[in-house]
């Protein structure tokens, strides 16, 4: 049995259809490089297909590079860009978006359920219109989010109609998109172009990619130079083949949807499994591939003695437990056990301490 936990999406492995198109990739010989390759061709057709539209497509390492060149080429230095304070670009990026963009200030605002709203980004857009503040110019909003919860179609028509409104362009962080399409069950138009979504950066790593994401430009203007923009960056594989052939692999069949529902329905597996349990309370709703659970410190000390590995940087006591393409039922089923077992041994110390703090209140 291979060891699984619970830490992120990006630790599991390569997904088989990503690792065969890969292979064949490198069983052809010698081709062009920079991007000239028939693999690449074709996988940028693939995702033209499978938006239904004639988008521009490129490709990065990874997804810190995907937004920040994505948001650079929606901002001058002297913009400022609406975002979530829980969004990866705010909380987990090192402030690569305002390196790439050279000075864009992201305004980082609260929001229910790690999700922006119409009414925050319309008073944040428009609480200062002098020079003497960056200008608002791009809204940027994750799908899924960073707490697991997923837009609807109806949100983000919502905003998108704000931000027209207003003049911004809308960036889409889609590390997890494929679990936010599989959760709606839409067609991935209908959450990106069709609701008026300008750029998406399509996250392939956590559905089952080696490397690499695809920034994809529904507003082809927005693309204008975007080539040097990466090359700069140092963003340019020079064998891009393997960045983007594994692409084939999951977009043949819809490897990718199939990929991003399975993460889901552990995701559903394990909260249903834990969020009964005394001591246990999950803080979000559960409506991709992450679970956010608040377990007594002493219980995850027991659960991480047994080599579970997961992060607790939402809140003191609250764990996030991410689901990947290769989550299998019985891991999820014996972390559940485990944290079962480790709860039972407390439960007398809990019982002790509700008490006191209730006879306290009183
Ligand atoms: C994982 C993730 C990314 C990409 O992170 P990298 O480590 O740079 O690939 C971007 N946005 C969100 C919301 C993520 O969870």
Redesign the pocket.
Known sequence: MMTQHFA???NAGICPEAMAALKRANATGHELSYGEDRWTAAVCDGLRALFQTDCEVYFVF??????SVALSAMCQPFHAVICHEL???ET??CGAPEFFSAGSKLLAVEGPLGKLTPDIIEYTATKRSDMHFPKPKAVSL?QS??VGTVYTVEELRAIAAIAKRRGLNIHM?G??FANAVATLGCHPSEITWRAGIDVL?F?G??NGLPVG?AVIFFKKELAEDFAWRVKQAGQLASKMRFVSAPWLGLLENDVWLRNGRHANAMAKRLADHIGGLEGVNLMFPVESNAVFAEIPPPAQAKLREKGWRFYTFIGAGGCRLMCAWDTSPDTVDRFAADLAKALHGLAPAREAAGEARGRGRR
């Open positions: 992120s999406d990006n990874n997804g810190t590079a995907a937004n969004s990866h670009i987990d990026e994750t989010t960073e962080d590390a997890r950066c996250g790593t956590k994401e």
